[in-house]
T-cell receptor, first 114, second 112 residues
Framework: SQQGEEDPQALSIQEGENATMNCSYK?????LQWYRQNSGRGLVHLIL?????REKHSGRLRVTLDTSKKSSSLLITASRAADTASYFC??????????????FGTGTRLLVSP | KAGVTQTPRYLIKTRGQQVTLSCSPI?????VSWYQQTPGQGLQFLFE???????NKGNFPGRFSGRQFSNSRSEMNVSTLELGDSALYLC???????????FGQGTRLTVV
């Protein structure tokens, strides 16, 4: 079963607008990773944020992490039609220290219209 | 650096058959993990291998098995296929725990 939930489930915006997706999880974590998936293909790694970090940037992406609220957000600025995809958060639970096991959220479907 | 390679990309099998999927990780990565993605259950962890040892297994029946070779390439096997096994199977490669996990393009398995 999935640990995380993402909000909203679906988001529709115009090119140039910003898109914000939120992820909530249930247990203590070592890290949280965000991924993009196009049309049921492979997952593209976007960014990893560790539990001792609060914010990370990568190009047009900004990720925040609030471990006290067990939540993270992904902001895509100046969105483009090519950003249309599903976005997933995945946590590395602290209980799994020593091995790699990701627990995925339910995903947000983003549609960016030209 | 080459990415994670999964083969084949698509498979159609009949109920009761077995199937083997392959994953070649990024060079230098010793951890390979497998995930199943379905519309109903989303992305679920199957198992993880590191240096040829299975370190963790998800909540799947024994029909799902895997192995890892000395060159870190991994295979997963599903025996006695059921219709519900139809899914996208994804493999992830990483240097170890608490590092980035990079995924392949997946193998789309259809059981008829």
């Amino acid at each position: 079963s999935q640990q995380g939930e993402e909000d909203p489930q679906a988001l529709s915006i115009q090119e140039g607008e910003n898109a914000t997706m939120n992820c909530s999880y249930k247990t203590s974590i070592n890290n949280l990773q965000w991924y993009r998936q196009n049309s049921g293909r492979g997952l593209v790694h976007l960014i990893l944020i560790r539990s001792n970090e609060r914010e990370k940037h990568s190009g047009r992406l900004r990720v925040t992490l609030d471990t006290s609220k067990k939540s993270s957000s992904l902001l895509i600025t100046a969105s483009r039609a090519a950003d249309t995809a599903s976005y997933f958060c995945a946590t590395g639970p602290r209980s799994n220290t020593g091995f790699q096991k990701l627990v995925f959220g339910t995903g947000t479907r983003l549609l960016v219209s030209p | 650096k080459a990415g994670v390679t999964q083969t084949p990309r698509y498979l159609i099998k009949t109920r009761g058959q077995q199937v083997t999927l392959s994953c070649s990780p990024i060079s230098g990565h010793r951890s390979v993990s497998w995930y199943q993605q379905t519309p109903g259950q989303g992305l679920q962890f199957l198992f993880e291998y590191f240096s040829e040892t299975q370190r963790n297994k998800g909540n799947f029946p024994g029909r799902f098995s895997g192995r890892q070779f000395s060159n870190s390439r991994s295979e997963m096997n599903v025996s006695t296929l059921e219709l519900g096994d139809s899914a996208l199977y994804l493999c992830a490669s990483s240097a170890g725990a608490n590092t980035e996990a990079f995924f392949g393009q997946g193998t789309r398995l259809t059981v008829v």
